[in-house]
């Protein structure tokens, strides 16, 4: 079975993105883990509590495809890559958000750092313009 780790963060459009091109995998029998990493939540919110996660799961189930939600906090990167490491996730899927060259720079991006530290293939899934 291939495990996927799909890392989604609030955007209901990326993390759908990412869902289907999942889903257009064609790799057979796929698990896939959503998993949202709070930097702040102070609130306790729940993974489940976030559209971008019940829209990744939704999409994913109507696929036919084995889903589980799982929250975690911290840096995102790192928490992304420590749990890809820690289930043996065959494959992390992250969105892309479009940004100039200054702001990756000031800012980072996540999905570039999960790329460059992770020892897992990275699938990259850019929101269509």
């Given at each position: 079975?291939?495990?996927?780790?799909?890392?989604?963060?609030?955007?209901?459009?990326?993390?759908?993105?990412?869902?289907?091109?999942v889903?257009?995998?064609?790799?057979?029998?796929?698990?896939?883990?959503?998993?949202?990493?709070?930097?702040?939540?102070?609130?306790?919110?729940?993974?489940?509590?976030?559209?971008?996660?019940?829209?990744?799961?939704?999409?994913?189930?109507?696929?036919?495809?084995?889903?589980?939600?799982?929250?975690?906090?911290?840096?995102?990167?790192?928490?992304?890559?420590?749990?890809?490491?820690?289930?043996?996730?065959?494959?992390?899927?992250?969105?892309?958000?479009?940004r100039?060259?200054t702001?990756k720079?000031?800012?980072?991006?996540?999905?570039?750092?999960?790329?460059?530290?992770?020892d897992?293939?990275?699938?990259?899934?850019p929101?269509?313009?």
């Amino acid at each position: 079975m291939t495990h996927v780790l799909l890392a989604v963060d609030d955007d209901e459009e990326r993390a759908r993105a990412q869902a289907e091109a999942v889903a257009d995998l064609d790799w057979g029998v796929v698990e896939v883990t959503v998993l949202h990493v709070f930097t702040h939540n102070e609130e306790g919110a729940s993974v489940s509590q976030l559209a971008s996660a019940r829209t990744a799961r939704d999409v994913l189930q109507a696929a036919d495809i084995e889903v589980s939600l799982v929250g975690g906090s911290g840096e995102p990167d790192e928490r992304v890559v420590a749990h890809a490491e820690r289930t043996d996730a065959d494959l992390i899927a992250v969105g892309g958000r479009s940004r100039s060259p200054t702001g990756k720079a000031v800012f980072g991006s996540v999905s570039q750092s999960v790329m460059l530290n992770g020892d897992v293939p990275v699938l990259y899934c850019p929101l269509g313009e």
